[in-house]
Nanobody, 124 residues
Framework: QVQLGESGGRLVQAGDSLRLSCAAS????????MGWFRQAPGKEREFVAA????????DYADSVKGRFTISRDNSKNTVYLQMNNLKPEDTAVYYC?????????????????WGRGTQVTVSS
């Protein structure tokens, strides 16, 4: 089972940029479909972005399309989430997740392993 650890979350102001990282242990990382999800207080966990094992396919939630970019470096077993033009409504705990079946999914139930999350807070 892959172990995941997120980092990079912090308090920022609206309009700022932030890059989250998720380091994975275990092999083969390149075979995992990786996703980012977020959960705000009192809300359900929601899909943010996902990327295929080789990086050739990416998917985004409409709310972040054009502002967030997901990428991965398989040589470092790491997936990234570059977040630009952050808004207060982006405030949430951000989780990365691994899907062992290297196929697309935007459902949390479709992912097998989860990190503990990193807090992103955007002030207005």
């Amino acid at each position: 089972q892959v172990q995941l650890g997120e980092s990079g979350g912090r308090l920022v102001q609206a309009g700022d940029s932030l890059r989250l990282s998720c380091a994975a242990s275990g092999r083969p990382f390149a075979g995992y479909y990786m996703g980012w999800f977020r959960q705000a207080p009192g809300k359900e966990r929601e899909f943010v972005a996902a990327i295929s094992g080789g990086g050739g396919r990416t998917d985004y939630a409409d709310s972040v399309k054009g502002r967030f970019t997901i990428s991965r470096d398989n040589s470092k077993n790491t997936v990234y989430l570059q977040m630009n033009n952050l808004k207060p409504e982006d405030t949430a705990v951000y989780y990365c997740a691994a899907r062992y079946d290297n196929s697309a999914s935007i459902r949390p139930q479709g992912y097998n392993s989860w990190g503990r999350g990193t807090q992103v807070t955007v002030s207005s």
